[in-house]
């Protein structure tokens, strides 16, 4: 580190610099800084914060105020009446309810499906392929990611079209895909977020311990054993950290079904259908995810998990 | 744990058919990109490369990916801006408030797309309007910047929890000031987070469709909204399979760029 070695302007601190070379501008700035802690976080968080608080926050909080306005139903202007209209027809309405049940169950299937395939998936890349390619299939587990939502969306378009190559592989058998449906809807969903809860899952299982598992079999417990008391309880975290991706993703996803749904139609789609004609419904319609999120985040949050994310 | 053979086997091949299942439907864009059947049968009769080219030649598909790097590489330096200011305000100071900042930071990312989305829209239709500022390019890179913070945040705040202070304490020591010792000590630390931040805002951005849809107005479409817009129009099937192909194959780049950023990172971590 040759840059460390004092250069003149550098020598000093503060009264030695000398009566011959006054501190800069920069130096003075500095220093102020550096003697009052307040003026430099107002200095860090000013430019931030006006950008999320008044940007983002500001913008929510107005989205969610006019779920109390109606809309003029003949010309589609807001009207900035205060009204809980939209809220008692999103509880009155069947249809809105069905659709929100239907909703939740989406995304709870996607969540299952995920933990169940992914588990065993990062059990063979974390513990039991060889250490040396471990890395390789980390890279593996990841590279989907990468890939983007909308090629693999595509993707699944093509598998499930009608006489596409899910069809075409399974007419031998005599059965044919599941098309465009809800079936699909949750298919490519969970292919969606699967990275997502591999890799809380294989974190966890690299970072066991090998001692557990040893003192585990030590006391004579079987493998099976040692899963369900020891390795299950620890990786648990991991699955909850993960699930909140797979919940929430799915929860307010509307494209993915627009493509292979069919004629499925989740929260998303309703309030995307709502947009231009009745912002202040889509908006009511907005808060039903918002509030699930919230309180899957706060019982995750009791196992955790949270911490680990 | 002692697995039993049997088990080594079941988790094996249990493995074997995951990791099939994730790379198939990707192997498939690929091939289909080579179908020479403009409907896309299956089986393909064949192979060409014909709609390659076709698709190197089509004016919306080239404009998009314009469209989408700017966005991407704005969204991607104001992200970097904003979200080392904040890591730095939360780890190195307390304050009151400090866990609402973080929380803050993260939300753009856990609440649904759409709702991001129509709130900005909205705020954008209300604000921006009347000052003559449509939607366009602009209110795409406010949206994408906003929960591009959240990775680069992320990244800077993991590093310097990292960090031991008494390398800033020594530049200091040696009479450097605050900005000198950023610039000569801080900074260089800090890079690999910096490039890992950014490279995963920039492929946030990149991939994003939800919050473009509602940000970007008629005249502006990025490459995910033109996939979206043409891939149910049968005259540009070809060239939506060529692209979904082509990002299938450009998605190496940020994996051997992020394979070569973590040796960085190891490495940095022994210093």
């Not at chain 2, 697995?3 to 289909?32: C, H, M, N």
């Not at chain 2, 921006?128 to 800077?156: D, K, Q, R, S």
């Not at chain 2, 890079?191 to 920039?202: D, E, H, I, T, Y």
Request: positive net charge; glycine residues 8%.
């Amino acid at each position: 580190m040759t840059t460390l070695s004092p250069s003149p302007q550098a020598a000093g601190t503060g009264g030695a610099a000398g009566p011959d070379r006054p501190p800069g501008p920069a130096r003075r700035l500095a220093g102020l800084l550096h003697r009052r802690p307040r003026l430099r976080l107002a200095a860090l968080l000013t430019a931030p914060l006006l950008w999320l608080v008044l940007a983002y926050l500001g913008s929510l909080a107005a989205l969610f105020l006019s779920a109390f306005w109606t809309t003029d139903s003949f010309t589609s202007e807001v009207v900035r009446i205060w009204s809980s209209r939209n809220f008692e027809e999103l509880v009155g309405s069947p249809v809105y309810r069905t659709v929100a049940l239907r909703t939740v169950g989406v995304a709870l299937a996607v969540t299952g499906l995920c933990a169940l395939i992914a588990f065993p998936l990062a059990f063979y890349t974390a513990r039991v392929a060889p250490p040396r390619r471990r890395p390789l299939f980390v890279v593996a587990l990841l590279m989907p990611l990468w890939a983007g939502y909308l090629v693999k969306v595509y993707a699944w378009r093509l598998i499930l079209s009608e006489g596409g190559p899910l069809d075409w592989a399974l007419r031998p058998f005599g059965l044919s895909g599941p098309g465009y449906g809800l079936t699909a809807t949750v298919l490519v969903l969970t292919y969606l977020w699967l990275p997502y809860m591999a890799l809380p899952i294989h974190t966890a299982l690299v970072q066991l311990p090998d001692s557990l598992l040893h003192a585990s079999a030590d006391l004579g417990a079987r493998a099976g054993r040692t899963f369900v008391s020891v390795v299950l309880p620890m990786v648990w975290p991991a699955v909850a950290a993960g699930s909140v991706f797979t919940f929430s993703l799915s929860l307010g996803d509307y494209i993915t079904v627009q493509i292979v749904g069919g004629k499925t139609q989740l929260i998303g789609n309703l309030v995307y259908s709502n947009v231009t004609l009745n912002l202040p419904l889509a908006a009511a319609l907005g808060t039903v995810p918002v509030a699930v999120i919230v309180v899957y985040l706060l019982a995750v949050r009791r196992s955790g998990a949270l911490r680990s994310l | 744990m002692n697995l039993s053979r049997p088990a080594r086997i079941a988790l094996r091949t249990a493995a074997g058919l995951g990791f099939a299942a994730i790379y198939l439907p990707l192997l498939l864009v690929l091939l289909g990109s080579l179908n020479p059947d403009r409907s896309a049968s299956w089986p393909p009769p064949g192979l060409t490369l014909d709609w390659w080219a076709a698709a190197w030649d089509n004016e919306g598909a080239r404009a998009a990916l314009w469209t989408s790097v700017k966005a991407g590489l704005a969204a991607t330096a104001v992200a970097l801006v904003l979200g080392t200011l904040i890591a730095f305000a939360v780890q190195r100071h307390s304050f009151f408030g400090r866990e609402a900042v973080s929380f803050a930071v993260v939300l753009p990312i856990a609440l649904p797309g759409i709702v991001t989305g129509i709130a900005l829209n909205s705020a954008f239709g209300t604000v921006l309007e009347p000052l003559g500022v449509g939607l366009g390019m602009f209110t795409v890179v406010v949206g994408h910047a906003t929960f591009c913070i959240v990775v680069v945040f992320n990244n800077v705040v993991a590093r310097l929890r990292r960090l031991p202070g008494s390398y800033e304490e020594a530049a200091m020591d040696l009479g450097a000031h605050t900005f000198r010792t950023f610039r000569d000590v801080t900074f260089p630390l800090l890079r690999s987070a910096l490039l890992a931040g950014g490279l995963l805002a920039f492929a946030l951005s990149f991939d994003e469709i939800v919050v473009t849809t509602f940000t970007a107005g008629p005249g502006v479409q990025t490459l995910p909204v033109w996939i979206f817009n043409n891939m149910t129009r049968p005259q540009q099937a070809p060239v939506v399979s060529v692209v979904a192909a082509a990002l299938v194959l450009l998605s190496v780049v940020p994996i051997y760029a992020a394979q070569r950023l973590s040796s960085d990172t190891t490495g940095g971590a022994r210093v």
